[in-house]
């Protein structure tokens, strides 16, 4: 069993910054692309940032030189700096990796419970 678990997310004034960050542990697995989510009250979920085990990036074009996401493979942890804040940022986030667990050889698509974010003066 594979767990995505989520830290960093609160209350922020605009222009403000916040880091998240998702660390993979459990059973012996290969994490390969990362990324995150989120979700606004009465909106679809969307892909914010996505990351590659390799490194490449790519990025929602609302979040493009504000957001920046990287990974440690040795820590199975991927981090979402965000910079210059706005209310319509303002979402639960959450963390998504697709892993495989070494003694099945499944790929699995798994989620973080969520993180909010609430950007407001």
């Known amino acids: 069993q594979v767990q995505l678990v989520e830290s960093g997310g609160g209350l922020v004034q605009p222009g403000g910054s916040l880091r998240l960050s998702c660390a993979a542990s459990?059973?012996?697995?290969?994490?390969?692309?990362m990324g995150w989510y989120r979700q606004a009250p009465g909106k679809q979920r969307e892909l914010v940032a996505g990351?590659?085990?390799?490194?490449?990036?790519n990025y929602k074009d609302s979040v493009k030189g504000r957001f920046t996401i990287s990974r440690d493979n040795a820590k199975n942890t991927v981090y979402l700096q965000m910079n210059s804040l706005q209310p319509e940022d303002t979402a639960v986030y959450y963390c998504n990796a697709h892993i495989v667990v070494i003694a099945t050889l499944r790929l699995g698509d798994y989620w973080g419970q969520g993180t909010q974010v609430t950007v407001s003066s």
């Open positions: 990351i590659t085990s390799g490194g490449s990036t």
């Open positions: 459990g059973s012996s697995f290969q994490s390969y692309d």
